[in-house]
Nanobody, 116 residues
Framework: VQLQASGGGLVRAGGSLRLSCAAS??????????LSWYRQGPGMGRDLVAS???????NYADSVNGRFTISRDAAKNIVYLQMNSLKPEDTAVYYC?????????WGQGTQVTVSS
């Protein structure tokens, strides 16, 4: 599975960005069990931000709950992360992730920088 993330950039606190992750596989495939976004801040580990199961269940990190929304466009094989009310602490490289046939696949990462 190939994943191509895009949509990162520089935004002021309080602003919004939408990240996209284009997948080479059908996102409704029975072999896909989870679609997620992770992020890695400077000097930090890679943490889960949001996940979406193929049944439509979502899960969010406490720090982004209510501000971020994960969704997918099955027709376009794209997973989105809508990020609103951004804060400087949201600054990180964001990675999309897919579990396909129980193997993990990562996108290349897209930088999000939030200025105060």
């Amino acid at each position: 599975v190939q994943l191509q993330a895009s949509g990162g950039g520089l935004v002021r606190a309080g602003g919004s960005l939408r990240l996209s992750c284009a997948a080479s596989e059908n996102l409704e495939s029975i072999y896909i069990s989870k679609l997620s976004w992770y992020r890695q801040g400077p000097g930090m580990g890679r943490d889960l931000v949001a996940s979406l199961t193929t049944r439509g269940s979502t899960n969010y990190a406490d720090s982004v709950n209510g501000r971020f929304t994960i969704s997918r466009d099955a027709a376009k094989n794209i997973v989105y992360l809508q990020m609103n009310s951004l804060k400087p602490e949201d600054t990180a490289v964001y990675y999309c992730y897919v579990m396909y046939r129980f193997a993990s696949y990562w996108g290349q990462g897209t930088q999000v920088t939030v200025s105060s």
